[in-house]
């Protein structure tokens, strides 16, 4: 089952309570205790069996809201539906895209020659996807990255590379979301 999205609405202003800082810790601890409780009787009454998913061979199923690394979107031919306009790229606030734009047939298109993302320095935060005016670029849900070295952290337009169809749950989602 897919985990649910909470949005959490923030007010501008701060009322007494948050401002005095200390009332809202023993608010913070109530929730913490309050699912404690919910968890235990739940195990007591047999309804809750498990609390810990056996990570990587047990997985949970993301909400379609989770946001993985993001990937580029191929078109059917395998080449990026990207048209290399760099509003990604500015958006970013890690500075972590670099493109280089090509030329293709058609004297008005244009294609990236260079796509990388220097994933050591990417923090999801998904800018790039909102910035993006033609769906090219998306949050995944792989979030798979460990390594010892930084080199294989730079990913090149070829590790990019994803079908749209393999991205349906991420674009349905981000259509609903930017109201596209
Ligand atoms: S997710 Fe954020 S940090 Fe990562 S490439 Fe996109 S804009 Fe940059
Ligand atoms: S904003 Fe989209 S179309 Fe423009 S360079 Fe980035 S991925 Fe390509």
């Not at 913070?28 to 990587?56: D, M, S």
């Not at 809201?65 to 990937?71: E, K, L, Q, S, W």
């Not at 800018?127 to 294989?152: F, K, N, Q, W």
Request: with cysteine; proline share 6%; glycine share 8%.
């Amino acid at each position: 089952m897919p985990g649910k999205v909470v949005r959490v609405r923030r007010r501008e202003r701060l009322g007494w309570a948050e401002r005095l800082y200390l009332p809202m810790i023993f608010v913070g601890l109530g929730v913490t205790a309050r699912v404690f409780f919910r968890n235990l009787w739940g195990y007591i009454i047999g309804k809750k069996k498990t609390f810990v998913v056996q990570y990587p061979e047990e997985r949970l199923d993301y909400a379609d809201a989770f946001r993985g690394h993001p990937v580029l979107v191929a078109l059917e031919d395998g080449k990026p539906k990207c048209v290399a306009c760099g509003l990604c790229e500015f958006a970013c606030p890690t500075d972590c895209i670099t493109i280089i734009p090509g030329e293709t047939h058609d004297p008005i298109e244009r294609i990236p020659e260079v796509f990388d993302i220097d994933m050591s320095r990417c923090m999801f935060c998904g800018l790039c996807e909102e910035a993006c005016p033609e769906e090219a670029i998306v949050m995944s849900r792989d979030v798979e990255l460990a390594t010892y070295e930084r080199g294989p952290m730079l990913f090149h337009m070829k590790d990019l590379l994803r079908d749209e169809d393999t991205l349906g749950r991420r674009i349905g989602f981000i259509r609903q979301d930017y109201d596209r």
